[in-house]
Every structure is written in C-alpha cells, then in structure tokens.
C-alpha cells in the first residue's frame, strides 16, 4: 500500500533578519491511509511547519513531499487549491468560521469551490452536519453557537466534501475538557469511515488519542511509533526536562 | 463558483455594513446624477433653441449688404429681382431696416423697444398675425406714411389694448398706429419679441435717416431649398460685387447649428468636471476595497485553505466594488430623474423659461455601465492584493 503522506527528507527554512531558521530539518515520515497520527512538539519544534506543508499551504525549502503520490513542491498555486479542496479537510483551534454566513452555508464554501450545484452542496453539507448532530442549527449564525458546537461545524466543513485526510490543528485548543472529549470522539469516528487524520497538538493528554505519534523537536523527529507504548510519553518529558534546564 | 452567487455574496457584505457602503457610493452617486443632469440640462437648452430658431422660422435667410466703395451697390429692388429670379426657391423678401431713434409714448421713453423698417411681405415671412387693426401694405411703402403696427405687450401695457389710432413718437416724428401683433411669446415682457415696433422701411430709410437699406431677410419656398436658395444669392450678388467680402447670407439653421455646437462645447467641458467626481468617487471605493480586504485577510486565509483559487478570490472583490458601484450609479441615476424634474420646475420659475430637463436614455444606459466599469476599474487593484495573500499568513491575522 502507498502510503498518503510521505516525507522525504523535507526541511523548511526561512530567513529572518540575520539568521536563518530552521523550521523543519531534515523530516522523513509515512502516514499510510486510514491511519490516526499525532503530531506533537512544544511551539517552536516544527509541528505547525509539517501541517502547513502537510495542508499544502506551503512547500519545503528542501526534500519532497508526496501527497498520494504527488510531489506537492511542483505544483503551482492554483493547483495547490485544488488540492486542498480535494484532498484536505481542515479543523482550526480558532474554528474559522466565516462570521457572515450561517452554518449551513459554511459547510457548503469548500464545496462550492469544488464547483458542485447548489442541491449537491446543500444535500452534502446537510449530511455533514447530520454527523456532527447540528442539524437543528442551519440557518444559525456562528457567533450563536458554542465553542464545542462552532468546533462541530468546522468538523462538517471538514468532511463535508469527503476528503482524504482531516488535518487537526489543535482542536480542542479552545475547548473545556468535555467538550474536548467529544471532538476527539468524532475524529475517530472519522478514522473509522475510512479517513486520514493528522492531529497537531502541544498536549500529550490529548496526542494519546490517536494510534500513533510523531513527535518533533527543533524540527526533527525525535520519536515515531505507538501512542501507548512507554517511550511515546517518557522520552518527551525527559526532552523537556532537559529543555527547561538549559 | 457562479457570478449569480458571488453577486449575492456581495450584495450580503454590502449589506451588513450599510452605513459604510452608502459613504463608498457617495461620490459615484453625485457623480453620476451631475453627469445625468448636466447632459439633461445640455438636451433641454439644444431643444429650447431649436423651437426658438424654429418660431422664428428656419425656412429664411439673412442677408446683409456691407457694399464695396461707393462705385458698386445694390438697391432694394436689385434684391426683389434676385428673388423674383429664382422663384423656385426664393418665396420673399423684405427689407430690415433697424433704427435706433428713441421711442416716446406722451413723455415716457421706451428703451427696450425695437424698431424696424419692414415691408408688407415681413409679416407673411415672420407668420405674424394682427389682433386689431390692419398690417403694413404696400401703399405704405410707396408713400412713405407715418404709420406703424406695434407689439401686443406695447398695446397692452401704454394703451390698454386700445392702441390702434394713437400716436407715438418715433425720433421726433408722430407716427400713427395702425395695426397691433398677435401675442408672440407666453410671458409678454419688455424687450420680449412682443415689445417691438414695425414700421415701413421707407419711412425708417428717409424720414428716420437711418441710412442705407443693408439686411434683408428672405423666405424660401421650402426648408429644403436652403442650400440652393443661399447659393443662388451668393451668385447674384457676387456678380455684382466680385467680392465676397460684401455680402453676407445667414441661414437661421447655421446659426442653430452655430448656437448648438457652442452649447455642446459648455455642456462637454461640465460633463467633464463631473466627471473628476466619478474618478473621486472611484478612488473611495478603492480605498475602502483596500480597507476592507485588510480587514478580510482571515476570511482570505480561511477561503484560500479550504480550496478557492486567486480567480475565485480576485473574482469575489471586484464584483463587491463593482456592485457596490453599480448600486451607487442607480441612486445616482434615480437622483438625476429627480434633480432633474426639480430644475425644470426651477428654470421656468425663476427664468421664465419652459425648458425641460431630461436625461437621454443613452446617458442612462452610459451611466451605468461606467459606474459598473469604475467599480471593475478600482476593485482591480484591493482585489489583486487580495487574491495574492499568502494563506498561512492570512490565516495567523489576528
């Protein structure tokens, strides 16, 4: 089996004033379809870097990055759109709600950039929601929901158009504890149906949730395997440890 | 992604911020309804003159005499001829003789008036008609009689339409009224046409010493014979003169046109002042497109993550700016047909004049599609800006 996200040596660099910055160093990593994989680092190790090229919003300096089988880095913007219509479905800390329109309509923006009729998107958008349990809230605007039921919507815009992976950036970032726990419920249930999910969290708590985590460090990865094992917790607290002391 | 709904998208962003798109569509409005209104005001004027030209009768010709030297001239009945010779387009003619004698009525000086030496022809060329009285005839002529036929506005106002059989004094000679005019004007008031004196053009040319007979006018047969009529005089006369220095022949629709082209001139260069508030009006709306997508970078950010491409976004502000402007423009549209109803009324008030005001359907029609084009115009550049905004960037605006 090909696996969906594959990295190859992929680093990231920018330069800032003087100095020039490693965000990512010398990556490589496989995610194979269907997996639940978190990525976890403290700010600054590299995970927001991995999910913007992972989310296709940005390329590596160096290395490749196949999506599927597609090396991203040669596409140009408007395919890179494209892609991330088709391909991803996006779940924000800050939910990114589009204030102005009502729930219904948010869950039908990707969809209607991926050109499909108005019935189709309202049919799909619906179904979405269904699974998220906001059918009684369409017509609502956002700043009418909850946090929890914002972060819900934001799941069915995710899902909505049926992508091959959900990309998680710290989603329970702005939620209570129960809440959370719900959040974390739906996307496994995503993994069930069949979908990739990536997590991105600072939060070992909340990392254990998936199968398997990748955690980075000053843009390496430091360790890669399953989330119960011992040393999927451990090592990270002794890197810590050892971070705070120097 | 369909314009039908990026319209709509538009028209919802326009209007949660009512206020703001309303102050946007300020310039465009004004800008609009003064184009609308001036290129109205440009019709009405264009008409007004034409029925003005047409009262007076486009179917004549001036023709003034300015002679070469003593040695050539042309007597009054060398100018009957002409006309008698070319009867297929020359109808009549009547001498023009103007004096500037005063006019006294007892004691009282007429300044206004205007007094000219006609024959009995002028009346049939000018479509004057008599109320009272009897019009000038050719005995008069012939025996040179102190008689005159004066205005309605000077029978009524001195006479008190009692006029036939007074006298007045015309440059110290007493002349005897004998005939009034109909009334020629709606409103009768000094210096109007209805405050004028016709008297026979022998007695202005001998007794009044007003000199030498010089302008004639004369009625052609038929509107369409104007070209033909001027080019058989010019021959006429330049056989005698060999000169074209000494004469001239004016045509009413030369001078319409003359009159026109110069009122066309006045009404490009308003149109074009208000013009700078359109190119004003364009810039605000740019201003606040730039403000806006500013203010939009995380909306940006948020479209751009969930799939849509420049073109959609690009696409997505221009039609904003360019509804917004085209909402302006049919304000501005609505405004003009307002504005413009008003200062028909206004004109005719306060000028006593009845001009109407309307804007050409074509001014609409251009109105608008300029309106929607400066909103395309100005939307371009806030719209470019935002299209270009890099996602990750965009996303992380707080």
């Known amino acids: 089996m090909t696996s969906i996200i594959s990295f190859h040596s992929v680093s990231k660099h ?100 991926a050109g499909l009729s108005k019935a189709e998107r309202r049919q799909k958008a619906m179904e979405a929601l269904e699974m998220v349990e906001l059918s009684d809230k369409l017509i609502n605007m956002p700043n009418q929901l909850s946090g929890g039921q914002q972060q819900r919507v934001s799941i069915a815009r995710a899902l909505a158009g049926n992508p091959a992976i959900i990309l998680a950036d710290e989603p329970t970032g702005a939620l209570d504890s129960k809440t959370s726990r719900d959040v974390l419920g739906l996307l496994q249930e995503l993994q069930k149906s069949g979908h990739t999910v990536v997590l991105i969290t600072h939060d070992n708590s909340i990392a254990v949730t998936a199968e398997r985590i990748i955690r980075l460090e000053d843009g390496c990865v430091v360790y890669d395997g399953l989330s119960d094992a011992p040393e999927a917790v451990v090592i990270s607290q002794s890197i810590m440890e050892g971070g705070t002391q120097s | 992604m369909k314009i039908g709904e990026s319209i709509h998208q538009a028209l919802k962003n326009i209007v949660s911020s009512k206020m703001r798109a309303f102050l946007t569509m300020l310039g465009i409005i004004i800008g609009i309804a003064a184009v609308m209104v001036i290129v109205g005001f440009g019709n009405g004027m264009e008409n007004y003159m034409k029925d003005q030209f047409e009262s007076m009768g486009t179917n004549t010709l001036t023709v003034t005499i300015n002679g070469r030297g003593s040695s050539r001239s042309v007597s009054e009945d060398d100018m009957y001829q002409i006309v008698e010779d070319n009867s297929e387009y020359l109808d009549k003619i009547s001498p023009t003789v103007s004096v500037s004698s005063t006019v006294k009525i007892d004691t009282e000086t007429l300044d206004s008036t205007s007094v000219t ?195 959609f976004i690009m696409t997505q502000f221009v039609i904003e700016s360019a509804v917004i402007s085209a909402m ?42 300029i309106s929607v084009a400066i909103g395309i115009l100005f939307g371009y550049l806030p719209a470019k800006k935002a299209s270009r905004l890099n996602p990750i960037d965009a996303l992380r605006y707080e």
């Open chain 1, 14 to 113: 920018y330069q800032m004033g003087d100095t020039l910055v490693k965000a990512a160093d010398d990556i490589s990593m496989e995610i194979q379809p269907g997996e639940f994989v978190a990525i976890v680092g403290r700010s600054g190790s590299g995970k927001s870097t991995c999910m913007n090229i992972i989310g296709c919003l940005d390329v590596p300096t160096i290395g490749e990055y196949l999506l599927n089988g597609e090396n991203v880095g040669t596409l140009n913007k408007n395919q890179l759109a494209e892609i991330r219509n088709r391909m991803l479905g996006f779940i924000f800390q800050q939910y990114n709600l589009l204030p102005k329109l009502t729930v219904l309509e948010n869950v039908e923006v990707p969809l209607m950039y």
């Open chain 2, 117 to 311: 030496g006609v024959n009995e022809e002028y009346f049939s060329i000018k479509d004057y008609g008599i109320s009272d009285g009897r019009a000038l005839q050719y005995l008069d002529m012939v025996n040179r009689q102190r008689v005159c036929v004066v205005g309605a506005y000077i029978a009524q106002e001195y006479y008190a339409d009692d006029a036939v059989g007074q006298k007045i004094r015309i440059g110290g000679n007493k002349f005897t009224i004998i005939g009034v005019l109909n009334q020629q004007v709606d409103e009768m008031e000094e210096g109007s046409t209805d405050d004028m004196i016709l008297l026979p053009y022998t007695t202005a040319a001998r007794v009044l010493s007003a000199g030498t007979i010089s302008n004639y006018t004369i009625m052609l047969t038929s509107e369409d014979f104007e070209t033909d009529g001027k080019a058989a005089i010019e021959d006429a006369l330049y056989s005698i003169f060999e000169s074209e220095d000494a004469y001239r022949i004016t045509s009413m629709s030369e001078m319409l046109e003359m009159m026109t082209s110069m009122t066309n001139i006045i009404i490009a260069i308003m149109t074009a002042i208000a013009g700078i508030s359109l190119l004003v009006g364009g810039i605000g709306i740019m201003n606040i497109m730039l403000v806006s997508v500013t203010e939009r970078t995380r909306e940006i950010g948020i479209r751009k993550a969930l799939g849509a491409k420049e073109r």
């Open chain 2, 328 to 369: 302006g423009g049919l304000i501005g549209i609505a405004a003009g047909y307002g504005i413009s109803a008003i200062a028909t009324q206004v004109v005719g008030a306060v000028l006593d004049v009845s001009m109407t005001i309307v804007p050409s359907a074509a001014s609409v029609v251009i109105a608008f599609g």
